[in-house]
């Protein structure tokens, strides 16, 4: 589903579907980094459109390129917290999920926190609320790491579906990089055209 339907922010409306519905803004976000391989690339291509996003990173990949992780706080975007090994949380109990979040959160004060593949238990997103973390989700899904979907198919989608106050999910990850290269740049052009300012989903 690209576009996530009302029901689920109605179920699970303790998380952060989307936001401000009467401005012209979009939340363009990215997973799974950062990396050497991509992260560098989205955000000198942020840079050039002046545009701010929001950035969920895995602990590992924090702690194998901090230098990365600073440069994307040093730009102004905002960074959450997304486990320290991917993990998913329908496949994990409460106690160990919650143990691999603390892990990347002793890297960084992060409020945010973005459950890799979007599963995550009531039970686990109650601990995280204790937590004080924002649990941001999205309303619309790129499926950019889908080897089979076609760029323009997903350009397509996205310009579609997204609206005032959508929060978009990108991957800034080797699994997504085909895609995302010829994507991105895409939707930058086309927020621009449409009028919709890029910011960072706000702490």
Known sequence: MIKTPAIVPYIWRNCTWHLDRTQPTLFLSFDDGPIPEVTPWVLDLLAAHEVKATFFCVGKNIALYPELFLRILAEGHHVGNHTYHHVNGWKHATGNYINDVSATQALYPFKLFRPPYGKLRPAQLRQLLKLNYQVVMWDVLSYD????????????????????????????SLKAEKNLREVLPKVLLWMKTQGYEGKVIPY
């Open 145 to 172: 790491w889908e080897k089979e979907r076609l760029p323009e198919n997903i350009f397509q989608d996205i310009s579609k579906y997204a609206e005032n106050g959508s929060i978009l999910v990108f991957h800034d």
